[in-house]
């Protein structure tokens, strides 16, 4: 097992070693003082043809970057279980040193008992001068027997919690097993792709630099995007509490089951732009679909609204686009790692529960059911 961890960390430094040669020129050239404006600058002025060599390229950082990511988890997931493995171990050993004690002290016993005789108690027994003695003595004997009871269920007790303990680290063992052979799939895979990466650049020869340049660009603005919806999803689940929604701006109904709020997407437009701690963000509502638009960066995220617990909705990101450039499920999980953007709907429905959310052109349409007490 030592031998496959120390294989894996040089395959992983390999990997390493050779994503920096690809796009070493590329960050000697960013470390030239490139603002983001003359980044978006350069996105923005490229033309069909290059767009679609940059998307491939994109593509394949993505799977790389995510794959990297895969390789983390899977490596602390490891150490997690080494962790669980030599705990086990530990208990495993503990065990068995009481096991083996508790055992020898049965045998001492045994041989007490051996040593004595059967025909010892009788007369332990008949050597009573008065009642009081012999009461006495024949709850010593019940005690003695007793205690060789206790001890033998004790040892039995240990003994199958052993018997647990070892079938858990079997199991730890076959799953640490499974970790390692996954581990040097996705490293496999990650070198694959690394070397498909490096063999389309070179394909595209006195070109590379240019398009190792704008890449790199890509990724740095990347970055940026991260820590900018990191802080976003942070103030957008108060927008409608700070952005005081006024009543005239819901249309509510009676419905079969409750009631329906319908509620329009430039009433959510306008609140978020209320609220200075928000870049500008724009709320598309489409027949069973929500886009959310980031203008100012070329940016669309599109998904669906999840009820969670009755009154809140969360965002649930499916898919999205950076200056027209697909963006990978690795790329978007990595803009929420630490938290969505998640809508507090309390302030509008009161202490009553939604039961369903609904999309529509241009709106969306909750039930909601009455709670009265």
């Known amino acids: 097992m030592c031998k496959m961890r120390n294989r894996s960390k040089f395959v992983i430094l390999a990997v390493l070693i050779l994503v920096n040669a690809i ?61 669980e493995i030599e705990d086990i171990d530990k208990k495993i050993h503990k065990e068995t040193k009481n096991y083996e004690e508790k055992l020898n002290l049965l045998k001492q016993v045994l041989r007490s ?19 009081n003695n012999l009461l006495r003595r024949i709850n010593t004997l019940r ?15 240990i003994k199958n919690r052993l018997i ?19 581990l040097a799939k996705t490293i496999e895979e990650g070198q694959q792709k690394v070397q498909d990466m490096e063999e389309y650049l070179a394909s595209l020869e006195g070109d590379r630099e240019y398009y ?11 970055d940026e995007l991260t820590l900018l919806i990191k802080d976003a999803t942070k ?24 009631v329906k709020a319908t509620i329009d997407e430039d009433v959510f437009n306008e609140i978020i732009q209320t609220n200075s701690n928000l870049p500008k963000i724009i709320l598309h509502f489409n027949l069973d679909r929500v886009g959310m638009e980031f203008p100012e960066k070329n940016l669309l995220l599109q998904g669906s609204f999840l009820i969670l617990d009755g009154q809140t909705l969360k965002f649930q990101v499916e898919e999205g686009s950076f200056y027209g450039f697909v963006l990978k499920k ?36 909750l039930m909601v059911d009455i709670k009265l007490f």
Not at 238 to 247: A, M, R, S
């Open 23 to 83: 796009f070493i020129s590329s960050e000697m050239t960013a470390e030239e003082g490139d603002s983001m404006e003359e980044i978006e600058g350069k996105l923005e002025d490229i033309s069909d043809e290059e767009r679609k060599i940059l998307d491939s390229l994109f593509i394949q950082a993505q799977e790389i970057e995510a794959l990297e990511r895969e390789k983390g988890k899977i490596v602390l997931d490891i150490e997690d279980m080494e962790k």
């Open 113 to 131: 008992y051996q040593r004595m005789g059967p025909g010892s108690y009788i007369e332990i027994i008949l050597d009573a001068d008065n009642i």
């Open 143 to 157: 005690d003695l027997t007793r205690n060789t009871g206790g001890l033998l269920d004790s040892i039995d007790e």
């Open 164 to 182: 647990l303990e070892k079938a858990n680290l079997d199991e730890k063992l076959n799953l640490l097993e499974e970790k390692e052979n996954q």
């Open 212 to 222: 190792e340049e704008r890449l790199d660009s890509i990724l740095k603005m990347m």
């Open 235 to 258: 103030e957008f689940t108060h927008i409608i509490k700070e952005g005081d929604l006024p009543e005239d701006k819901v249309e509510i109904k009676l419905a079969e089951k409750g």
């Open 330 to 365: 690795g790329t978007i999980d990595k803009f929420f790692e630490e938290g969505d953007f998640v809508l507090d709907i309390q302030p509008l429905i009161g202490k009553n529960v939604m039961k369903k959310v609904e999309v529509r052109e241009g709106y969306m349409e």
